[in-house]
Structures are given as structure tokens and as C-alpha cells.
């Protein structure tokens, strides 16, 4: 366990109220959760900002985190919590900070590791997304927010003050290494995006190893808010007798990491449901020692709130050989079908397809084929024949890389390109790894990635930012005694000579699907290399980490693009209506929120990350000019 706290307090004038629940629509001028409500929306009633006058958006104000002067650069890839005027985020060394959120001036904060680093490996490099506010409901009562460390440790900590918690868990931290039945002490382990909330009850998903050497269990694990007693665990590899077990062949099960709800979770707080997409199973390239389709890797899963039970899942990618995990929480939103109104669940893909199901009983609502798919012929593998292919919507990323999509962006470009590509496997998604080499494609980004999707309630229209950056994938022969047969020789993205993406572009996309008649509605290429535009190549488009809002001023925002520009689109034709440069990536998913008859957009600017731009450290308000 980290030591005890560092609370600095510079101001505490906080008078929190009572907070409504926060299920359905988020009409109010908070962002209650990462999502903005416990489905995870996305979306904002709030339309002080509009179509018309959002080029009069102006920087309101700049929180810094300070943290540019350590040794080790973190991405920042936090969505800000709104409650009452105050705003909640954590920065990319994992301090939680309470700010004020009309004027970003500093409140307190929270260093789990004041007194020194953590004593526990990081999961996924120590990334967090969020954190989680929850209350009593009582005038004057109990208001805490619940933060998920990647050091393996959950936190409750008071709002008004950041102090830990003394009645929960151990002194105000749960270890979260506890209540498992194997030693993971030296393994990562630990929850990366937000909590969810029902009732008294704060809901976990984790990161973990994913292969091919030992790694911790992937199961979704239950609090109380209070105690921070676990209240259930949902095992996503199952055991013997239990429903699901039998897909995995012989004692594969055993000892089997993945499988891990790492995007969040969420919640539809009438029914008492909680949801998940679940990621691929341990060793996420190679499945010789997992014949099967491998429940519950890489199934959106709905569970009982209270008790953890399954109440149905649907199993969006058999035996998963690309480590194409379900990387984001579904949307939970409401479709009309046949002229009624359908609660239904929205699950984006790494794979670049969009599910959509019933939410009560799971069923697809729009036709989904088992599509027969190449062989493997790694030995020892055994790809499962078909994959579930939904018939609508139409796939929002490439589903293939042969010669006839190589780049096109300078001859020398795309002969570099096709003599590397005849070197290796091209062809069609699903085409297994080898020890060859095989293009995945979509890459193992995506497609969707933790950047998920957004909803807007008005319209039906799910927005989704999209990646077309393809991976190469190969296998080789593990070293004796290692204890499993094979590595891989990287997370080696495909590109050319320059370092550009492989394939044609555009490299990034924004889409917006019409969940009623499952058509895109309009499509527009997100982001920019400046150097290819300067040299007469049309937008391209860049690989983006941070997803979208929308509101009912006609708007979706969103950052996370290479060239570091945050933008506003017409959430109804696509046109780009604003942007502004940051001070540096905004690989992160914003929020919108309102105080004092002000509309704030407010985006991190961490930079840094899987896309390799400069480091930066600062939390960034935008509201129109005065």
C-alpha cells in the first residue's frame, strides 16, 4: 500500500448540495460523471454555446499540474467531474485536484505517493481517466470522491477537503490486491478509467497483463462506497461449473489473465444493471494454449448491480489473436424501432464496427452474420472459423489492407510501402498472425479505442472517432523453459519510409451514425500533418486518442489529434465550425458544464503518449468572450 497522503488545502469554501441522480440525460449544468451521466452519453443539455457564436470561444483559464520538471513525462488523459461549481480531475502522476470551476484556481489536493513512488508495478504505464463522485443524498451529508489507482488501490477521499476517508478500507484506502485467491503482488494490476457508481455500491474494472507471461485476473470487482468491502466479483474467464467454462478447452482457464473490463463501466441506474466491454484474453496474439471461443474475452456484458450475476453478454470477437479488446464502456441510449422507443446498449469496436443490442435482453437489434474468416496456420493455433459481422452500420474503419489501398501520398511512399507488403501477409480483418508477418487492420488502436463514442438523445446519432493506422504482428518461438510457446516481436505499426500510416488515408476519422436506420450521416477526415498539407497533400487526417461530446447547441467537440488542435463540429453536417491549438495534445475527452450562467468546455492538454508530441501539463477552460 502507498503511504498516507500530502493534502494541501488552499481553499475550501465548498457547500456541495444534494445531488439528483444522475441517470439518463444530463439536463443540468454539472458533468456528474466521466460520461456525464451513468450511461455514458456523453451529451450536454446545455446550448449557451451554439452553432453561431462558438468562433467567439476564448481560453476562460489554465490550470497547470506542475509536473513538467519530473524526471518522466505522463499523458494526461483525465475527463474532468463537474459537481456544483467545483471540478475534479487526476493528472498524469496520479494526484487527484479539486479546482474551482468558473476560474481553475486550485482547491486542494491528494498525492498517493507523497512520501514516496508507489511499491506496486503501474498498470498500463499509470494512465487514469477519471474519477468518480458519489453522495448520500442527505442535506449536509456524506460527499466522497472514489479514486481508482493503477498502483492497485482505491481511494475515498472527502470532496470538500480531499481527506481520506477514515472508515473506509484501510485508514481511506482499499488495497485492491486483497479478497484474490493468487499472489499478484509483482504483477499490474489496477483500475485505469473511472469508477461506477449504483447506490452505495462503486463498481470496478481493471488493466492488467495481457500475455504471453503471467498475469493478474481481469474479473469485475464490487465495493461498498462506504466500507470499501468487496461485494462481488464477476470472474470473466469462468470456472468449472459455472456458465461459459466450457469454452475454454481443458484447464485453459487456469491462471488466465485478460479478459478485463480496462475502458469503465456503465450503469443504467432504473434497472440496477451495470455494463462492460470486456478485452482480449492473455496471450493476446496466440490462443493455442485457449482453443475456443474463450467467454467472456471480448463480449459486452450486463450484470446485476447488486449481486454481480450475468444477466446476458454477447461475444463480439471469438478468440481473440489481434488483442482487439472491447476498449471503452457502452453507451447505454435509447433507439426507435418500428415507431417505439428501445433502450438499447451502443458498443463501439476496436475492430471498427458498431453493435448495437437490446438492452434487456442483449439481442442484436440490427442483423449480426457469422462470417467465416482465413485460417491459421501458426501450429498449435486454432482460429475460430467465423466472426460475428454486424449487416448495419457499416463499418467505420478499414476492414482490409492489399495493394490497392497502399498510400498514395508520393510515389516513393507507396513503393516503399508495396515492397514491404509483399514481404509479409496483407489481405483481409481477421487474417490471423503468422511467423511471417500479417497486417492487422484496423491496428491494435483501432477502429475505436478508449476514446468510445457519444449520443445525442434529440437526434439518435452516436458520434465515434476512428482510426485507420494499420499494425504488423509477428510471431516467433519463445525461449526454452519460458512457459508458454510464443512471443511477438512488437506492437510494430505499419508505415512508410517518411513514418507515415501504410495505408491510404485518411488516417483519422469523425463519424456520425443514425442509430434509428444504421447509416452514417455524414463522415469528415480529423486531423492534420501540416508539412503533407504544405506539399499539396489533401487532409489526411491523424491517429487520435480522446473521444467526443455533443450538445444541444448543435456541437461536437473533440480533441485528440497529433497536430494538438481542439475543434467544434456541426453536429448535423459535419462542418468544422471552430478550433484552437493547445498548448500541447488534448488526448483526452473533454466536458461541458455551466456556473454562474457560464458555459465552460474544458479539455487536458497532457500531450506526451502513444502519439510521441511534446509534454505538456495543463487543464484548459474555454467559454465565450465576455
Known sequence: MPRRSEIKISRVTLCLAMVAACSGVALGTDWICVGGDRGNMRYSALSQITRENVNQLRVAWVYHT???????QKIIECTPVVVDGVMYITTGHLRVVALNAATGQEIWQFDPFADGGPSTPLASGGVNRGVAYWSDGQPNGLRRILFGSASGHLYSL???TGKLDPNFGDGGVKDLREDLEVDIANLAYGPTSAPAIWGDIVMLGFSCGEGPGPAAPGDIRAFDVRTGRQLWRFRTVPRPGEYGNDTWAGDSWKNRGGANAW???????????????LGSAAFDFYGGDRKGENLFANCTVALDA???????????????????????????????RGGEKVEAVAQVTKTGHLFLFDRQNGNPLFEVRETPVPASDVPGEQA?????????PPPFSRQSMTEENVTDIGEANRKYVLKRLREIRGGPAYNPPSLQGTVVVPGFHGGANWSGASFDPKTEILYVNSNNVPNIITLEAAPENSGYAYKHKGYIQFRDQEGYPAIKPPWGQLNAIDLKSGEFVWRTVLGE???????????????NFGGTIVTAGGLVFIGGTKDEKFRAFDKATGELLWEAKLPAGGYATPCTYAVEDRQFVVIAAGGAGKLRTKAGDAIVGFALAN
Open 158 to 160: 472527502d470532496a470538500a
Open 384 to 392: 475460430w472459423p467465423t466472426q460475428p459481422i454486424p449487416v448495419k
Open 263 to 277: 475502458g469503465g463501466l456503465s450503469v443504467d441506474e432504473a434497472s440496477g444493471t451495470v455494463f462492460a466491454g
Open 306 to 336: 447488486e449481486t454481480g450475476e450475468r444477466r446476458w453478454h454477447f461475444q463480439t470477437l471469438h478468440h481473440d489473436l489481434w488483442d482487439h479488446d472491447l476498449p471503452v464502456y457502452p453507451n447505454l441510449v435509447t433507439v426507435t
Open 66 to 72: 506542475g509536473e513538467l520538471d519530473r524526471p518522466q
Open 529 to 543: 500533418y501540416p508539412e503533407l498539407t504544405a506539399r499539396g497533400v489533401p487532409q489526411t487526417g491523424t491517429e
